[in-house]
């Protein structure tokens, strides 16, 4: 099923309904009014089987997570324009509140004065120009119950702020805005009273605030009294400026701990980095714990956690880089690198479960680090190869590694268990091993495809140089220095061969078991066998399919080499030429009915050839089986194609004769009887053979043998060229293979010719 189908795998027809609907179309259902997800799921889920339900279930989930993580990347796409948005509507709100306080004031002014106008319009006027008459009449006047009660709370205030008694000082401002409250709405007090009392809570308010503040800005305040302090400021309103503080205390104490783990011999590399990520990111996820304890999870305090944690992350990951990676990376140490990230990406992965996902923040400062450590190792995995190659005796022999277990009296399966490869090899796989598991451990899907393509190319360039190894190959013209070839060369055909078992060894098993490990180091056992059975069972063919085809130019090189060493002669002569055959019927000489020699050495190569690979390719039976077959098959492909050897043939001065026919038709079937008998006549060999065959008889036009006697000659050849016959007594007796084999060649020949 794909995404976003809710169809089953088995019901045709609704699929095929579905296939004819636009993408608007299908979605309409959803976005009607009256949708009921519980009538819907039943009509479609009725016709359904178990197994399909579970299915599509399973597919839901998969589109569930798909679409969170889409939504994820697009808050973090935005997160800069949210919160930019968010300190807008905050610095907006702050101002609507100043301005409906300041409107608040002025009304309370305005009804104040109209309060007293009031009043002092219901006194007569005698009695006001008698008080106004009396100027002590105000000193003489006894305080009000409101007066003396003022008195005691301001005094009560002062008393708590001194004795920095802030749960007592808050209980008190509480109880006077109660007081406040009540008096507006019962009208106890007059206005004046009432506007110095808000004055005297407005005033001590801001003195405890200003000594919160203070006490929270102090490096020895400690986690507990932090909170209370935090606390008691939102409860006085500044929360705001609460958890301003609040996060600049953490980040007092980050700084102070950076300060204190300091680069040096025995804090350093992962050990410090450990250290550090541990103690960063621990501080902020307490920051994290206390900002959304005392202040939920509002808006635009969320906003401003989120950005200071990004910025503190920033920081640390910067820090990292300068003093733990920077130089491994410009090096190709890949592993301290990744090491580093690794461990940074444990500690971040905490903070998850306090809303912050500060992942991409530590990709975005390590990446170009970890970019440039990747590229360095690729280049480092180059030159270290080609530096043991130049002096690579390309013997196969087991790891290095494998020896001193073998050496110290270990356990004989570790021994058994290393591949046996050339020097160079074995480097080039150790170091491909331990770049595709450092990389694997970040579980990161760009850097697993970036050092998959890395990996590839890499073995592209050793397969180069390995066809450069080859005597006959034009790279190795390219010298270096006095006179000293760049690969020493593979000049024995047990060397030549040795360089395909590298390749076919590193190919068929050795890589793909290190590139298996770019996504399948954080997995289970049963994790790991599903990902290599469904999930990354298709990526895992195509790159065997490209490591084969680098094997394959290997291979086709080395046929191409020994091609030419049977073909041409060392002064450039043509040694496969069509006077072999045309000066036969010229001849006085009665033939000796046997092979060409350019087929014996032919013979002779591919059963050395047989001989050797059967040692270095056990359990790869078939990669030798077609390596005899390309060779054999480029021998003859070159004959088909060349052009002059027909010429000469089919229109040439001097016609091939029935002699000449004859031993060439011997030749093909020495082929197709070797190759047959070796298990590896393909085919395509066969059908060129019969082609060429074919057409050297119609340019003769002559009468052959019957085939069995070119069966018998070529038989006999075999065996005599392989040991297996003898027959070099000249007295033989006329009723021998070879005797009879020659009388009746003979014979058979002048028969044919006379008729």
């Not at 839901?60 to 939504?71: G, H, P, V, Y």
């Amino acid at each position: 099923m794909e995404r976003g189908s809710f169809s089953s795998s088995k019901g045709s027809d609704s699929a095929d309904f579905e296939v004819e609907l636009t993408l608007s179309d299908k979605l309409k259902v959803f976005k009607s009014s009256k949708f009921d997800p519980d009538s819907y799921v039943t009509t479609r889920c009725r016709a359904m089987s178990e197994k399909e339900i579970r299915h599509l279930c399973i597919n839901l989930i998969d589109l569930k997570k798909a679409s969170a993580e889409e939504m994820r990347t697009s808050v973090y796409a935005n997160y800069a324009s949210f919160i930019r948005t968010s300190r807008e509507i905050s610095d907006l709100e702050g101002e609507l509140v100043s301005l409906k306080n300041l409107l608040s004031s002025r009304a309370k002014f305005v009804h104040s004065i109209a309060d007293g106008v009031r009043i002092e319009s219901l006194n007569d006027g005698a009695d006001n120009s008698s008080r106004r008459d009396d100027p002590t009449d105000f000193e003489d006047r006894e305080p009000t119950s409101f007066d003396k009660w003022l008195s005691e709370f301001v005094e009560t205030l002062e008393i708590l702020l001194a004795e920095r008694r802030v749960d007592e000082a808050l209980a008190a401002l509480e109880q006077g805005e109660n007081v406040v409250e009540e008096a507006k709405n019962h009208r106890t007090l007059s206005s004046s009273a009432l506007m110095s009392l808000k004055e005297t809570i407005m005033e001590h308010r801001q003195k405890l605030a200003d000594q919160l503040a203070e006490a929270v800005s102090q490096p020895s305040t400690s986690g507990v009294e932090l909170r209370s302090a935090v606390e008691a400021m939102k409860r006085l309103g500044d929360g705001p400026r609460a958890h301003t503080l609040l996060l600049k205390s953490h980040q007092q104490k980050l700084q102070r701990g950076m300060q204190n783990l300091r680069p040096s011999n025995a804090l350093y590399g992962t050990t410090y980095t450990t250290t550090l990520s541990h103690h960063v990111f621990s501080t902020i996820a307490q920051a994290a714990i206390d900002s959304l304890a005392i202040f939920n999870d509002e808006p635009a305090f969320t906003s401003e956690l989120v950005t200071w944690a990004v910025n503190q992350t920033e920081a640390f990951a910067v820090l990292i880089k300068k003093n733990v990676a920077a130089i491994p990376a410009a090096s190709g140490c890949l592993r301290v690198v990744t090491e580093s990230v690794r461990i940074c990406l444990g500690h971040c992965v905490v903070l998850e479960s306090h809303g912050l996902a500060l992942s991409p923040t530590l990709f975005k400062i390590f990446r170009p680090c970890l970019e440039q450590a990747l590229n360095a190792n690729l280049k480092r995995i180059d030159l270290c190869t080609a530096a043991i190659a130049a002096a690579d005796d390309w013997s196969l022999v087991y790891s290095p590694i494998g020896s001193r277990s073998l050496a110290t009296g270990s356990i004989s399966s570790v021994v058994i268990s290393q591949p046996k490869l050339s020097s160079s090899a074995h480097r080039f796989n150790s170091m491909v091993q331990a770049l595709c598991e450092d990389i694997g451990s970040l579980d990161i899907l760009q850097y697993s495809e970036q050092s998959l393509e890395g990996v590839l190319q890499s073995f592209n360039s050793y397969i180069n140089m390995m066809i450069s190894a080859f005597p006959g190959s034009i790279d190795t013209e390219n010298l270096e220095g006095a006179g000293r070839k760049i690969v020493k060369m593979a000049e024995s055909e047990t060397q030549q061969i040795a360089l395909l078992a590298n390749a076919l060894l590193l190919a068929d098993e050795l890589l793909p078991r290190a590139t298996s490990k770019l996504w399948s180091f954080n997995k289970s056992q049963d994790q790991l066998r599903a990902s290599n059975k469904q999930d990354r069972a298709p990526e895992q063919r195509e790159v065997k399919r490209r490591l084969q085809r680098f094997v394959d130019q290997l291979r086709d090189s080395f046929c191409r080499q020994h091609a030419l060493e049977l073909i041409f002669t060392e002064d450039g002569g043509v040694r496969l030429s069509a006077e072999m055959y045309l000066s036969m019927d010229s001849s006085r000489d009665e033939p000796e009915w046997f092979p060409s020699p350019i087929y014996q050495e032919l013979f002779a190569k591919l059963t050395r050839i047989a001989t050797i690979a059967s040692d270095m390719f056990v359990g790869r039976e078939r990669f030798a089986t077609i390596l005899l077959m390309r060779l054999t098959e480029t021998v003859i492909l070159w004959l088909s194609d060349d052009q002059n050897f027909w010429e000469e043939i089919e229109y040439g001065e001097r016609p091939l004769g029935p002699l000449g026919l004859q031993q060439f038709y011997l030749d093909m079937e020495f082929v197709i009887l070797f190759s047959s008998q070796g298990r590896y006549l393909s085919r395509n060999l066969h059908q060129v053979i019969k082609n060429i065959i074919s057409r050297a008889i119609e340019a003769v036009q002559a009468t052959l043998p019957e085939d069995e006697w070119f069966a018998d000659v070529a038989q006999i050849a075999i065996k005599m060229l392989s040991g297996k016959a003898n027959f070099g007594n000249t007295d033989r007796d006329m009723s021998s293979p070879t005797a009879s084999v020659s009388a009746r060649s003979v014979s058979s020949v002048h028969s044919h010719g006379s008729t």
